[in-house]
């Protein structure tokens, strides 16, 4: 019988080699994400791969899946361990290898085969490991679906189980995923792009994808290093955004198009060097998709921007939008299961249905919605469409440090107070409270529709915060320094990543 997880075992032991380490809180809202091997051994992850097993079984899914794994130092050892759990608990597992998140999305579809787990840490700094899963094509797993392995897990209820898994590799999925992103025609146009991915998984396929689609591609940290050598393959993060900026005005490129570490996120930086927000990258793709196809339904998380609402060439085009909670797996799910055309998430997570795509977020995909506008747009940049969006100032996502243990209550405690606020109709940067959404945290929207959100982050210790105006620079930070004033009571609330 497998041993129950412990959560207080210390590398370097017998018992540490001997016992399964399993940290309660690397199970998240929607996948899984432990510090290696300070959080989760291998050992470990063996259990979590019986229990997904076991979770299979009691959902009477067929035990099918597909396992794939990032490009770090240690991906390929943990997705060895989770493999063996998976065979001990009877699974047919298809390893396709190194791999993309979107591409072991793929082959979901390409192999006929109903669950999924990509051994990845996404853009997480290095130390990080986790698991994006699902047995539901093309969704991952919901809230639900994570504490029911957790408990599974972290009691070892695994039954009765007696082995007998199948192991297949499959050594030409990532040939089959590329050839299926180049069924769509070369592009007429000629444009210059920067592919930029921080020396993260996607150096592997997007300069080759991207160059036999018919664009000049200059690769910028594209030599896989899973030391990550130049800065973090995170599109939000600062420091990929200037050195990619800079590749853009160095080349005179037409734009840049940036990937996560497990490119399932696709950043854009225009021609003249300036980053777009991805929600903004979203409302310009909007606008282009809802040309096509009228009363265009849309789906946005609560990061984004208010454009969405706003914006006369989607009210023009008949297009609607609802917001909802952050996180892809709920963008994903939430655009399914409403028939939304497309899902946008700010941290750059794009979910294209049908007829445009499958359902998953792929940055492969999202870097061809992209050029596809720059096409159905010969005489313009991409500046020139950025700039004929509305004007609003807005800042990155910030994220100052919360216990994992802590974030939720610190956020409630955050929720209670402004609507306190709004109860006793006080101002807020000197201005009345038009709204307050809380389907995720808070968004607190002012009179002239400046806002800003505080809520929990799904995969970190942290807090996110962001704001937007619509009227000036100065309403925008004006919001913050409200929203940072109030974070400032809360001990718990440590430094923030990056900071307007």
């Not at 998240?28 to 979590?48: K, S, T």
């Not at 445009?356 to 919605?369: C, N, P, Q, T």
């Not at 939720?408 to 006080?426: C, P, S, W």
Request: glycine share 8%; with cysteine; hydrophobic share 40%.
């Amino acid at each position: 019988m497998f041993p129950k997880p412990r959560q207080d075992l210390v590398p370097n032991t017998a018992a540490f080699e001997r016992l399964p380490l399993v940290k309660a809180t690397g199970f998240r809202e929607y996948d899984a994400r432990w510090l290696f091997p300070d959080e989760i051994n291998l050992l470990g992850m063996e259990a979590v791969g019986l229990g997904l097993t076991t979770l299979m079984r009691k959902r009477g899914v067929p035990m099918r899946i597909v396992v794939g794994h990032d490009f770090r130092s240690y991906s390929s050892a943990i997705k060895a361990a989770l493999t063996t759990g998976l065979l001990a608990g009877g699974a047919e597992v298809h390893d396709i290898g190194l791999a993309l998140s979107p591409m072991a999305y793929f082959a979901q579809f390409e192999l006929d085969v109903e669950g999924v787990a990509m051994v990845t840490a996404s853009h997480n700094d290095n130390g990080w490991t986790g698991i994006k899963m699902g047995i539901d094509r093309p969704l991952t797993f919901s809230p639900d679906d994570m504490t029911r392995l957790k408990e599974i897990v972290m009691n070892a209820d695994f039954g009765s189980y007696e082995g007998g898994g199948r192991y297949i590799y499959v050594p030409d999925l990532p040939e089959r995923y590329m050839a299926d992103l180049l069924k769509h025609p070369k592009y007429t146009r000629k444009m210059k792009v920067v592919v930029s991915c921080g020396n993260g998984t996607a150096a592997a396929f997007a300069p080759q994808v991207l160059s036999e689609l018919g664009c000049e591609v200059i690769p910028l940290n594209c030599e896989l290093d899973h030391s990550f050598p130049a800065h973090n393959p995170n599109p939000e993060d600062l420091a990929m955004l200037n050195a990619t900026r800079d590749s853009v005005l160095e080349h005179k490129a037409d734009l840049a198009l940036i990937f996560d570490g497990d490119g399932d996120r696709c950043g854009v930086v225009d021609n003249t060097g300036e980053a777009i927000f991805a929600d903004k990258v979203g409302v310009m793709l909007a606008r282009d998709i809802s040309a096509l196809h009228k009363n265009a339904h849309f789906v946005v998380d609560v990061k984004s921007t208010g454009l969405f609402k706003t914006d006369p060439v989607l009210i023009e085009n008949g297009a609607h939008t609802a917001y909802w909670k952050t996180g892809h797996s709920y963008i994903k799910r939430y655009s399914h299961e409403n028939g939304a055309l497309v899902g946008f998430e700010k941290s750059g997570h794009f979910f294209f249905n049908k007829p445009i795509g499958r359902g998953y977020d792929d940055g492969l995909v999202s870097a061809i919605a992209v050029l596809d506008m720059l096409e159905r747009n010969p005489g313009k940049s991409l500046a020139e469409l950025k700039d004929a969006l509305p004007r609003t100032w807005q800042s990155p996502t910030m994220s100052p440090h919360c216990a994992d243990e802590t974030k939720y209550g610190v956020v409630d405690q955050i929720v209670k107070h402004f609507e306190d606020v709004a109860k006793h109709g006080e101002t807020l940067a000197g201005q009345k409270i038009r709204e307050l959404i809380t389907v995720n945290g808070i968004r607190i929207v002012l009179e002239d529709g400046t806002w800003g959100l505080v809520r929990a982050s799904s995969n970190k210790p942290e807090l996110v915060v962001v704001v937007e105006s619509p009227t000036s620079e100065a309403n925008m930070r004006a919001i913050f320094a409200e929203i940072d004033k109030e974070l400032a009571n809360h001990p718990e609330v440590g430094e923030y990543n990056q900071k307007i």
